[in-house]
């Protein structure tokens, strides 16, 4: 088999691409039948957290206290959905009784 060296030079020098191409096949060939990996992979460890996505939450007492205003915030979401859901029931029904619009 030829080496790197010698299959590098011969594909830099365009003279026989056949023969790089046939080292290119045996280099693939060896790869794909050499038995496991390169290099040893790591284990991975376990989550310290036994707790998965759905599991308790893990926001301390003082978290908590530090997001109050979330909920503070979706309060006021609600209130102006509700607030423009009556103001567009109250806009059809001025523009129904003064027969504004197709009819």
């Known amino acids: 088999m030829p080496s790197f060296e010698e299959s590098a030079a011969v594909a ?6 056949s023969a790089f191409d046939r080292a290119d096949a045996e ?13 040893p992979r790591t284990q991975r460890r376990a ?14 007492d003082q978290a908590i206290a530090e997001y109050h ?7 006021n979401i609600g209130v102006l959905v509700v607030i423009l859901v009556v103001l567009l029931l109250a806009a059809t029904l001025v523009v129904n009784a003064a027969g504004i619009g197709p009819g």
Not at 27 to 39: I, L, Y
Not at 69 to 75: E, S, T
């Open 69 to 75: 205003y979330v909920l503070r915030d979706l309060r």
């Open 12 to 17: 830099a020098s365009g003279a026989s691409t």
């Open 47 to 60: 989550p310290a957290v036994p707790y998965g996505a759905t599991g308790p939450s893990r926001l301390s």
């Open 27 to 39: 280099v693939r060939a060896m790869a794909s039948t050499t038995e496991g990996p390169a290099r």
